[in-house]
Nanobody
């Protein structure tokens, strides 16, 4: 059974930084895509960043230059380093994993069948 556990969320002032972690267990395939999505109240879930087992990455335009996704293959952990945080980054952040289906790590929620429970990020102005 695939399980994803997110951690690292919290409250921070605008301009601050946070690092989210997502630990995967029970995923037995050697190749994968892992992604971070976020959902703010009243808004649709949005893909933020994704990384595949080859190290390819994707970012939504709104976080480029501010967020960095990285991975530790040995520990099966994916990180999201978030900097220059803005109030509009406030959301529940979810981690997801699945087998690669495209030539790039996608930010499409329907490409992922396994999800974590989420970790809250709140950025105050």
């Amino acid at each position: 059974q695939v399980q994803l556990v997110e951690s690292g969320g919290g409250s921070v002032q605008a301009g601050g930084s946070l690092r989210l972690s997502c630990a995967a267990s029970g995923y037995t395939y050697s190749r994968y895509c892992m992604a971070w999505f976020r959902q703010a109240p009243g808004k649709e879930r949005e893909g933020v960043a994704a990384i595949d087992s080859d190290g390819g990455t994707s970012y939504v335009d709104s976080v480029k230059g501010r967020f960095t996704i990285s991975k530790d293959n040995a520990k099966k952990i994916v990180y999201l380093q978030m900097g220059s945080l803005k109030p509009e980054d406030t959301a529940m952040y979810y981690c997801a994993i699945d087998i690669p289906r495209r030539t790039y790590p996608p930010l499409i929620s329907s490409d992922y069948n396994y999800w974590g429970q989420g970790t809250q990020v709140t950025v105050s102005s």
